[in-house]
């Protein structure tokens, strides 16, 4: 679950990200992977953590001991939130293979009945597989990166050499890298994973482990794809992107494989992210308020878990097919709500992993809660102050 969760995080949005970092500002922003991996490792290990010791998912553990008010709020903001990044999504599966002249008209549909057909009629098992094998396609990123042959020393020297600007659109776009690393989705996906998977305290070493390399995974991945546009792009010119697609056109110059090889990995992303958000959501929502959930249960066993599921894919699939709908406004509407999201599901959960009658000996040590606190505070204020430039670009 940890690998799958920390994997995914490079969706459609992540991948425009890492992408317009290396078009713009070449090498200078791989410094802040190495602090990203260590929030992530934070945030995700506490998640496993709980998941396994309590044998509930975290909207579960809120509503419990929280209340049902403060639950349901909680549930509203990540709907809203994870059904504009749904719609990302499947623009992002539009948009690669739009690349090799297929309409979205068609491509879209048939991506979300696969998605919906592998949640609905697979178990846990199974449907765990088929994610693992979207999780190799993600090496696509490291072999176009070669195949591009772009500066490595610079590269290098960039990874271990924080550079700091007073530039507002630099400042935005490395705290947009650490939005788009940790997402309110995450922590709940991957309790509600591990849960459902089985994984208790005895098993919890070897998930731990697993977190672990899936968020350093991640980040590796993240490297890449900055590396490969640096290379394809910044070094012939520093512009802007206007997505993930627009860095794959770029990268048709150094040969079809290059090209081909990262619009491929573009849809792999997407048509995986496609399936979690809303499987998160379904998770999530379900949890908190009582219903059933689960891969392993029917349709007739969790009816809720099942429509919310395909709710909204329908709806985020449909979206996409609507001319002129606004997209970019939806996406930057997300990283608001991710804002006043995230802050919350945060302090939550360094409240919950403290209980002792929760946790028993598996609370948080004086050094990790340290570490947990300071995660928590760095990471509020760059959501607040993503909060307010993203509020500041819709004004516009």
């Not at 977190?211 to 512009?239: E, L, N, S």
């Amino acid at each position: 679950p940890g690998f799958i969760t920390a994997m995914v995080d490079n969706d459609a949005g992540g991948i425009f990200t890492y992408s317009q970092a290396g078009a713009k500002y070449g090498y200078l922003s791989l410094w802040t992977l190495a602090p990203i991996a260590l929030l992530l490792v934070i945030t995700q290990e506490m998640n496993a953590r709980m998941g396994a010791v309590t044998g509930k998912g975290l909207s579960d553990l809120i509503r419990e001991e929280y209340g049902l008010r403060v639950t349901f709020l909680v549930m509203t903001l990540l709907v809203l939130t994870n059904f504009t990044n749904v719609m990302a999504n499947f623009a992002g599966v539009a948009g690669s293979l739009e690349l090799f002249s297929v309409p979205r008209w068609v491509s879209v549909p048939i991506a979300a009945t696969l998605v919906w057909i592998l949640v609905v009629k697979g178990t846990y098992h199974s449907v765990e597989k088929i994610f693992l094998g979207a999780c190799v396609f993600y090496v696509s990123y490291v072999i176009s990166a070669f195949l591009i042959r772009p500066d490595w020393e610079q590269a290098l020297a960039g990874s271990v050499q924080p550079v700091l600007m007073l530039d507002p659109d630099y400042i935005t776009l490395l705290i947009g890298m650490v939005g788009t690393s940790i997402a309110p989705w995450m922590q709940f996906y991957l309790q509600a994973s591990v849960v459902e998977k089985g994984i208790t305290e005895r098993e919890y070493a070897e998930s731990r482990i697993e977190v672990i390399v899936g968020c350093v995974t991640m980040v590796v991945i993240a490297f890449f794809i900055i590396v490969a546009c640096a290379g394809a792009i910044w070094a012939h010119g520093p512009r802007d992107i206007e997505d993930a697609a627009q860095a794959a056109q770029a990268l048709r110059p150094f040969g079809q494989y290059a090209f081909a090889l990262f619009a491929a990995g573009l849809f792999n992303a997407s048509m995986f992210a496609a399936s979690i958000l809303p499987l998160s959501t379904a998770y999530s929502v379900c949890e908190g308020l009582g219903f059933e959930a689960g891969v392993n249960k029917s349709f007739r066993e969790a009816p809720i878990f099942y429509w919310l599921y395909t709710l909204l894919i329908v709806l985020g699939a449909g979206v996409i097919l609507i001319p002129g709908f606004p997209l970019v406004r939806m996406i930057l509407l997300s990283q608001v709500l991710n804002g006043v999201l995230l802050p919350l599901v945060l302090i939550f959960m360094v409240l919950l992993v403290n209980k002792k009658d929760l946790m028993g000996r598996w609370v948080n040590t004086r050094f990790q809660n340290t570490i947990a606190w300071l995660a928590v505070v760095i990471l509020i204020g760059l959501t607040l102050a993503l909060l307010g430039i993203s509020l500041r670009d819709m004004m516009r």
